[in-house]
């Protein structure tokens, strides 16, 4: 079965420190991979996306990730957090020929 | 560009009751999720369309209805609310299956 798994559902990093949140996943099709960021009270908005191509696709925001299909994972990384960085992080993947499932969510917090 | 637009954006059922959450979106989205989000449970999947007169199930659809008689709309139903349906929901759309899904803002239901 499809599946989306973040490890640590609580990330802290200082500010200006290396931020990186774990996405591991199971696909029985082609793996299309998002990363999505949400603020408090808000809907979900596209970080970055993987499709195909390049393995390591670049975001919005200074954020990056890396496709490894060796390692079934699509982690996130930032060099540098910011205080605005703050949020919370859902990773997906198509989990059929239409449609997508998320992880449970990773809570960053940035320490000033 | 209204994007994605949910209404309400609150609502208060009292058990037993039943409503219609609506989703309308103005960019020619042929794909349509529904959401429901959870604390420490992430996004998931509850009935989703790949057009119209096309929906299938998500992860969770028990309790809710849905249909799609137009590309523009995708209400989402409870037929009879329960106070495990207390949430928030997020409607989604997508133009294919390889582009980001643009979310509305959320509709947050308490059932007492």
């Known amino acids: ?112 | 560009n209204a994007g994605v637009t949910q209404t309400p954006k609150f609502q208060v059922l009292k058990t037993g009751q039943s409503m219609t959450l609506q989703c309308a979106q103005d960019m020619n989205h042929e794909y349509m999720s529904w959401y429901r989000q959870d604390p420490g449970m992430g996004l998931r999947l509850i009935h989703y369309s790949v057009g119209a007169g096309i929906t299938d199930q998500g992860e969770v659809p028990n309790g809710y209805n849905v249909s799609r008689s137009t590309t523009e709309d995708f209400p989402l139903r409870l037929l009879s609310a329960a106070p495990s349906q207390t949430s928030v929901y997020f409607c989604a759309s997508r133009m294919d299956v390889e582009t980001e899904a643009f979310f509305g803002q959320g509709t947050r239901l308490t059932v007492v």
Request: contains cysteine; proline residues 4%; aromatic residues 14%.
């Open chain 1, 1 to 112: 079965a499809q599946s989306v798994t973040q490890l640590g559902s609580h990330v802290s990093v200082s500010e200006g420190a290396l931020v990186l949140l774990r996405c591991n996943y199971s696909s029985s099709v082609p793996p299309y991979l998002f990363w999505y960021v949400q603020y408090p009270n808000q809907g979900l908005q596209l970080l970055l996306k993987y499709t195909t191509g390049a393995t390591l696709v670049k975001g919005i925001n200074g954020f990056e990730a890396e496709f490894k299909k060796s390692e079934t994972s699509f982690h996130l990384t930032k060099p540098s957090a910011h205080m605005s960085d703050a949020a919370e992080y859902f990773c997906a993947v198509r989990a059929g020929t239409y449609k997508y499932i998320f992880g449970t969510g990773t809570r960053l917090k940035v320490l000033a």
